[in-house]
């Protein structure tokens, strides 16, 4: 069975501060997809990356990094220098091979104060 | 741009009633997806649908069936509404296989109450 964890249930730092969501992942299957969303107060699910099993490299884009380390089944979430802005749920999941059906995490509330 | 489209932003429903939530994809997707959101739980897969009248139940299908009997549009039904169905429903749109683009695309989601 597939399975993604996000043992952070909410997490607060202050402005500027750098911050790392973490995510766990299990499959079976050999190849795989891996993804992060955001869910802002206003409810839509915005799409920030997508990482297929292939592919390590760890990617940088602004302000947002992210860590995937098959050794470990995790791709962590890094925000660098936060943002008021960036406080939202924040959600990883993944998608097998063997059906495309996409599993969620249970989401991290990510909370930056002024 | 790429739309998923839920028919309503809020819905309020008596207890016992039978509930249509519409969903349309103008992205020529196969695979659709209902969702359900509740605080502390993140999304749970509802139903899966692959094609047009193929379906799969996800992890909660319990008191759900949906319908697609287009391709661009899936329908989620609660046959008897209750209670315990108050939640956020979202539902999402992707393309099959190994494609380059594999992840979901999301509509605005529809809150529902159930009275």
């Known amino acids: 069975a597939q399975k993604v964890t996000q043992a952070q249930t909410e997490i607060s730092v202050v402005e500027k501060e750098d911050v790392t969501l973490d995510c766990v992942y299990e499959t079976r299957d050999t190849t795989y997809y891996l993804f992060w969303y955001k869910q802002p107060p206003s409810g839509e699910l915005v799409f920030l990356i997508r990482r297929n099993s292939f592919d390590e490299q760890n990617e940088i884009s602004g302000r947002y990094s992210w860590n995937f380390q098959k050794s470990t089944s995790s791709f962590n979430f890094t925000i660098t220098a936060s943002q008021v802005v960036d406080s939202a749920v924040y959600f990883c999941a993944l998608r097998g091979n063997r059906d495309d059906k996409i599993i969620f995490g249970k989401g991290t509330r990510l909370h930056i104060l002024p | 741009d790429v739309k998923v489209t839920q028919s309503s932003r809020y819905l309020v429903k008596r207890t016992g009633e039978k509930v249509f939530l519409e969903c349309v994809q103008d992205?020529?997707?196969?695979?659709m997806f209902w969702y359900r959101q509740d605080p502390g739980l993140g999304l749970r897969l509802i139903y899966f649908?692959?094609?047009?009248?193929?379906?799969e139940k996800g992890d909660i299908p319990e008191g759900y069936s949906v319908s697609r009997e287009k391709k661009e549009r899936f329908s989620l039904i609660l046959e008897s509404a209750s209670t315990n169905q108050t939640s956020m429903y979202l539902c999402a749109s992707s393309v099959p296989g190994q494609a380059v683009f594999t992840e979901a695309f999301f509509g605005q989601g529809t809150r529902l109450t159930v009275v």
């Open positions: 649908s692959y094609d047009v009248k193929m379906k």
């Open positions: 992205m020529d997707h196969e695979n």
